[in-house]
């Protein structure tokens, strides 16, 4: 009973502001700490790769990005789901709040890819399934935010945004398994869940203490941008004009 | 049925449907969003032949042969069929013996595949060059085990 009550007090935005605001001061912390130690073993701890030596090492800024791009799209589609179910104003909300760092996240996977690309490849950009559908998502997000931006009725662009992500949530299982069902250039999965990784075990570390600091980032400036949309739509209310830094 | 049940049903069906009709699309398309042709689907004549097509494959050890000004040949393999390959302009810095290469060009008249393009396809494999080492004398003893009849560990 507890924890129903708690989900449902947490689900309103009066109370979820001030706790929205501890959590991004943390994030914010953890990614600051973490980036720092992940970037000092990615260029001074981790090895040099027997085949392409030091350039390797944009790995540990690509991957994690290109996990979070699909991963904050997963978050996203789950927020927009519960709310076009239950109607809830604060998941909606949280989609919102999260589309821009998805954004950035493959826009990073992308650009860092084509870096990776020209030197291993010889090539910038190549129209194989694994690229041609992170591009996908990129133009998903990009028309998400659109599509929520050009709808003036808040509650009407949830919805219509809501859409457009549970459909091109199909897009995700495709670039997961794209370097699995078809021949790319793009190599397969360096770590997977059931077959473990194929890296060596300091380079594994370096590249998921970047992970989490991507993710600590991500959940730190969507935390503070969730804020600021609750802020932006309830502006009318008591309990924002009541807000301490209101009003002053 | 309360009414956020049945938005939860319609969101279901949805989902479903949409799943159904994508995993369709891409029966449909099979093969075609392959990126690249290999060496054994060109023997069976699967690849287009009379316009550019993609190929895929290892270069064969021992293939490479370097002619005039920039002009190399080399055998691509996938281990059961090889074909030959011309090109002539800057390999990229990975393309090597045995290294995976996909090169775009079309299949010339003397059974030359004639490549305008020719990227480097690397592995999902990373570690430091002393590992690399290890293994390929750990593998070699192996071989060396098995041909002198011993079993290998």
Same mark, same amino acid.
């Given at each position: 009973?507890?924890?129903? +009550? ?12 001030? +706790? ?6 943390? #994030? ?17 701890? =981790? ?17 994690? $990005?290109?996990?979070? $791009? ?5 978050? @996203? ?6 709310? +076009? ?5 604060? #998941? ?16 990073? =996977? +992308? ?22 559908? /992170? ?26 945004? =809501? ?26 999965? $360096? ?7 194929? @890296? ?41 004009? /009541?807000?301490? /830094?209101?009003?002053? | %049925? ?9 969101? !279901? ?10 995993? !369709? ?16 689907? *060109?023997?069976?004549?699967?690849? &287009? ?9 290892? *270069?064969? &050890? ?29 390999? &990229? ?13 079309? %299949?010339?008249?003397?059974? *030359?595949? *004639? ?30 085990? %098995? ?7």
């Amino acid at each position: 009973m507890g924890g129903r +009550l708690n989900l449902y007090k947490f689900s309103s935005p009066a109370t979820f502001y001030p +706790l929205a605001g501890k959590i991004g001061k943390i #994030s914010t912390l953890i990614a600051v700490v973490l980036l720092v130690i992940g970037l000092y073993m990615s260029f001074f701890v =981790a090895p040099t790769d027997y085949k392409q030596g030091e350039g390797y090492r944009i790995i540990f800024i690509h991957v994690p $990005s290109a996990w979070m $791009s699909m991963f904050i799209y997963l978050v @996203m589609a789950f927020w927009a789901g519960i709310g +076009l179910v239950f109607n809830t104003r604060l #998941s909606s909300m949280m989609a919102q709040a999260l589309a821009p760092t998805g954004a950035i996240m493959t826009f990073i =996977a +992308l650009w860092t890819g084509a870096f990776w690309g020209k030197p291993m490849w010889g090539a910038w950009w190549v129209w194989d399934a694994r690229l041609t559908s /992170e591009l996908i998502l990129f133009f998903l997000y990009i028309g998400f935010i659109a599509l929520q931006g050009s709808i003036d009725d808040a509650r009407r662009a949830d919805r219509a945004g =809501a859409v457009l992500l549970l459909v091109g949530v199909v897009n995700i299982p495709i670039i997961y398994f794209s370097v699995k069902w078809w021949n790319t250039l793009h190599q397969g999965a $360096s770590v997977s869940v059931t077959e473990g990784s194929n @890296m060596s075990t300091i380079m594994l570390q370096a590249m998921l203490i970047m992970t989490f600091a991507f993710w600590a980032y991500s959940i730190a400036v969507s935390m503070y941008r969730v804020r600021a949309i609750i802020l932006e739509r309830e502006k009318d209310t008591r309990w924002v004009s /009541e807000l301490p /830094e209101i009003r002053r | %049925m309360k009414a956020r049940h049945k938005r939860f049903g319609f969101l !279901l069906v949805g989902l479903v449907v949409l799943g159904a009709a994508a995993w !369709l699309v891409f029966n449909a398309l099979g093969n075609n969003l392959s990126y690249f042709f290999s060496p054994t689907e *060109v023997a069976e004549n699967k690849a &287009p032949a009379n316009h550019v097509f993609r190929l895929g494959g290892l *270069v064969q &050890p021992g293939s490479l042969e370097r002619g005039e000004k920039l002009t190399v040949h080399f055998d691509v393999t996938d281990n059961a069929h090889a074909v030959k390959v011309a090109y002539t302009g800057i390999l &990229p810095d990975l393309f090597k013996e045995g290294q995976g290469v996909i090169a775009q060009g079309r %299949m010339g008249s003397d059974g *030359v595949f *004639v490549a305008e393009e020719v990227l480097a396809k690397h592995d999902e494999n990373y570690m430091p060059p002393e590992v690399a080492d290890a293994l390929e004398k750990g593998h070699d003893k192996g071989v060396a085990d %098995m041909a002198k009849g011993n079993k290998p560990l």
